[in-house]
């Protein structure tokens, strides 16, 4: 794993497989970098362009 982690440090990527190919679960962000792509998506961080946030306070 050291070589990989190394390696991938190295790489100006939105993502980066080993040893498969085009798998992208849904909860992980996915994007490209520079003029490739803007923004991410799937994962928690794609959603806040689709959601806001409220507090609702119920007495019980």
Excluded: C
């Excluded at 190394?6 to 992980?28: C, D, Y």
Aim: glycine share 12%.
């Amino acid at each position: 794993a050291g070589v990989i982690a190394r390696a991938t440090e190295e790489l100006e990527a939105g993502i980066v497989w080993v040893n498969q190919h085009l798998k992208i679960p849904p909860e992980v962000p996915f994007g490209g970098t520079k003029a490739s792509g803007i923004g991410r998506e799937n994962g928690s961080r794609a959603l806040d362009a689709y959601t806001e946030e409220k507090s609702v306070l119920v007495r019980l």
